[in-house]
């Protein structure tokens, strides 16, 4: 971000202390969004009259979650007309997953393994957010989760590291492209820093009980890859780390963080995450929950006031240096610098935005997505002509499309099931029925649901989760299908007709049952506004599914957290189990489908992995490669991974790690050599004692499918000095 550092300062000199601390103080907007009354607790909501004393009197920093030409127009006025120093707001939003287009929920869009993606849908929400006057996105999010009873899984990119680092690296670039000062473009915020991800037995907001190497090896370089790649601010997380919450925690947010990575954009607190060190009984006063926070290395605090009520106090005291607070209040200024605030504080507001493309881009996105589980005999894609019986409590609904941080989309703008499928076939061919709720049985429900199929080819059984079952604080104990729904997919059984289940979901769920019930079985999660037609697309065979599960399917909600890159242990599970072996007395230890897992409508064999060569000596790399063939005589695009295991290290290492991978498109029938290199620096892991370590040796190697599929091939990596 290019600052001129001489007007910063300048700038800084002319400020009062009071004038600094409102610089590190940002508030939520005073109005309510349409459907976001849920966002955040109502905390300490000021009246508009308040707030603009505020603004006046340069006490704010800026205004979050509002929107609108006048709203912002207004505020912003006030700013830089009417306070001292015209310093102006900075207005941020959680644009997550789209503004007033909704895209794809972000483990949707990571399910595409496609990080391209992502950067051009992020592009374009940060246009159309931008167009409204916002500056600055709380996104993306880069917590790495292993636990699908965690509600915020939703807005993560899966179990696994190398795939959240791209996508949140990816959609860093997306959101700021090269430079800031283009009024298309939003600041992005990496979040939640650190380990949020690793809420213990997916509680939301609980502890992350975590080992160092684990935090380093594999939750820390997501946030480190959204760092990298420019993201201007950094958000903190709710929960301690080792004892000591995020938002007060000086080893992440000064030593990792600004030392180790070289961060030089501003930190934020979550909601309150600094005052609620109180609650932690980290801090006993708010005095002292100020200062903690401050000398961690929090610069901002969001909607709490802490500093606004402290930092002053503190500063008289003696108890933080004002330089300090300066060094703070730089960063805050640098960035609005960087935004071209100075020189436009209405940047963006009213600039055209084309929504067409963007709904374009939705459709396209939300194709992409969705991971066929199963399709017994090829039902999918329909035959032509076919007659659709499409149950469910989701069949025809509007309100659970989006996904959970659509909060400024306009659920009506968005395209259901029904309409999508109906645009599609028509009237003649279609009949909905919802069947039940999405908890509960409806009267008569299964009755008419039956009738429907009766008259068709195929049921589209459109099942899953509600939009509120996911998301912040929606952590869930049980992660199966509501009772009413298995009733409703058990009766559909018994009418004798192929069965196509719709699944979404904001979360992998226990599904056993229904995936037994079902022929064909495609998770669509929240695909945002273009959800009926893009799906409509692939169950009639316009588009073929390509997305593969960003984490692993659980038969149980007993196995969480299960993911694939568990370490090995000295019993492991064993086909078929047996005694004193990692097992469960009661189901297998496996995942229904594992991470990477999904089908297409054509079908891919993979030849042996192959390494050249068959050492890894000095800075060097080998080429791993495979032949893919398409047996089903349809096109296909294989997500193609590369997995490795480090067979002997001085610490347990996991059973196998994704190092690559690469979504390829197979015509029907072709043969396709697919290359990766590996080199020295992909095989490093934490040393347990702050280090890093590439060990000599022997690793196993799989160009596969999925995290559980095929046999590995093997190279040695020789010490640097090639001895
Ligand atoms: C709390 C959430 O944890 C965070 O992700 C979000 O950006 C803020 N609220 C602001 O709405």
């Known amino acids: ?17 009071e004038e600094k601390v409102g610089q590190l103080s ?31 009197a340069g006490r704010v920093t800026g205004v979050f979650n509002g929107y609108g030409e006048a709203y912002i127009r207004a505020l912003q006025t006030i700013a830089v007309e009417d306070s001292r120093l015209g310093i102006p707001l900075i207005f941020g939003a959680d644009v997550i997953h789209g503004f007033r287009t909704a895209f794809p929920v972000p483990l949707a869009e990571a399910a595409s393994f496609e990080p391209e993606l992502a950067e051009r849908v992020a592009e374009t929400a940060a246009a159309e957010a931008a167009a409204e006057g916002l500056h600055w996105t709380f996104a993306p999010g880069a917590d790495l989760c292993r636990d699908a009873r965690w509600g915020r899984v939703v807005e993560s990119y899966g179990e696994d590291t190398l795939v959240a680092s791209r996508f949140a690296a990816a959609r860093v670039r997306g ?13 992005a915020t990496v979040k939640h820093f650190a380990a949020y991800g690793a809420a213990e037995a997916g509680l939301d907001y609980n502890t992350a009980e975590i080992s160092r190497t684990t935090l380093v090896d594999h939750y820390l370089p997501p946030y480190r890859a959204a ?52 609650v932690h009984g980290l801090a006993d006063s708010p005095r002292e929950a100020a200062r903690l926070c401050f000398l961690a290395g929090l610069d901002m605090c969001m909607q709490s006031g802490l500093y606004a009520d402290q930092l002053a106090g503190l500063v008289a005291d003696g108890a933080v240096e004002e330089a300090a607070v300066d060094r703070s209040v730089l960063r805050v200024l640098a960035a609005k610098q960087a935004l071209g605030l100075f020189e436009n504080p209405y940047r963006g507001l009213g600039a055209a935005f084309d929504p067409g493309p963007a709904r374009a881009l939705a459709r396209e996105a939300a194709r992409r997505c969705p991971v066929l589980l199963k399709n017994r005999d090829g039902v999918l894609p329909l035959k032509a002509g076919a007659r659709v019986a499409l149950i469910g409590p989701f069949a025809r609904e509007h309100q659970n499309l989006n996904g959970a941080w659509a909060i400024f989309a306009a659920n009506g703008q968005s395209v259901n099931l029904e309409d999508g499928f109906r645009a599609a076939l028509g009237d003649q061919a279609l009949i909905v029925e919802p069947g039940c709720a999405i908890s509960e049985a409806l009267p008569g429900g299964l009755e008419a649901a039956a009738a429907a199929a009766a008259g068709a080819d195929v049921v589209l059984l459109a099942l899953g989760e509600g939009q509120h079952m996911s998301g912040e604080s929606r952590s869930r104990t049980d992660i199966g ?58 169950v009639l065979g316009r588009a073929a599914p390509s997305g593969r599960l960003p984490m692993s399917f659980p038969r149980h909600v007993g196995q969480a957290p299960i993911y694939y890159a568990r370490k090995a242990t000295g019993r492991p599970p064993r086909d078929p189990p047996g005694p004193f072996t990692a097992r469960y007395i009661d189901a297998e230890p496996g995942p229904l489908y594992p991470f ?17 060569p068959a050492d890894l000596a000095g800075s060097g790399a080998v080429t791993v490669s495979c032949e893919l063939t398409e047996r089903a005589g349809a096109d296909i695009e294989e997500v193609v991974q590369l997995y490795v295991h480090d067979v002997a290290a001085s610490r347990v290492r996991p059973v196998r790690e994704l190092k690559a991978f690469r979504k390829v498109a197979v015509a029907a029938g072709a043969r396709v050599v697919v290359e990766f290199e590996l080199r020295r620096e992909d095989l490093g892991f934490a040393d347990g004692t702050g280090g890093w370590t590439v060990e000599p040796g022997a690793f196993e190697v799989w160009i596969a499918p999925n995290a559980e599929a095929g046999v590995p091939a093997r190279f040695v990596l020789r010490s640097e000095a090639g001895a």
């Open 1 to 17: 971000m290019g600052t001129d550092r001489h007007f910063l300062e300048s700038l800084l000199g002319r400020m009062t202390l």
């Open 26 to 56: 940002l508030y939520s907007a005073d109005v309510k969004l349409a459907g976001a009354e849920t966002v955040n607790p109502a905390l300490t909501f000021k009246a508009p009259q308040s707030r603009f004393e505020d603004i006046r």
């Open 175 to 187: 959101f700021q492209g090269d430079d800031l000062r283009d009024p298309r473009r939003l600041m």
């Open 227 to 278: 760092v990298e790649a420019g993201a201007g601010a950094v958000m903190t997380a709710f929960n301690d780390v080792d004892g000591v919450p995020a938002s007060a925690n000086r080893e992440l947010l000064t030593g990792l963080l600004r030392e180790q990575w070289g961060f030089k954009g501003f930190t934020v607190s979550d909601y309150n995450s600094d005052f609620e060190t109180i």
């Open 481 to 538: 299908l509501p009772a009413a729904q298995i009733e409703l997919a058990q009766a559909m059984r018994r009418t004798g007709k192929p069965i196509v289940t719709l699944l979404r979901t904001g979360r992998p769920l226990a599904i056993p049952e229904l995936a037994a019930l079902s022929d064909a079985l495609l998770v669509t999660w929240f695909l945002g506004c273009e959800t009926g037609a893009a799906v409509a697309d692939l």
């Open 596 to 612: 990477g897992f999904g089908l297409g409508y054509g079908r891919i064999d993979y030849g042996p992995t192959r390494v050249s």
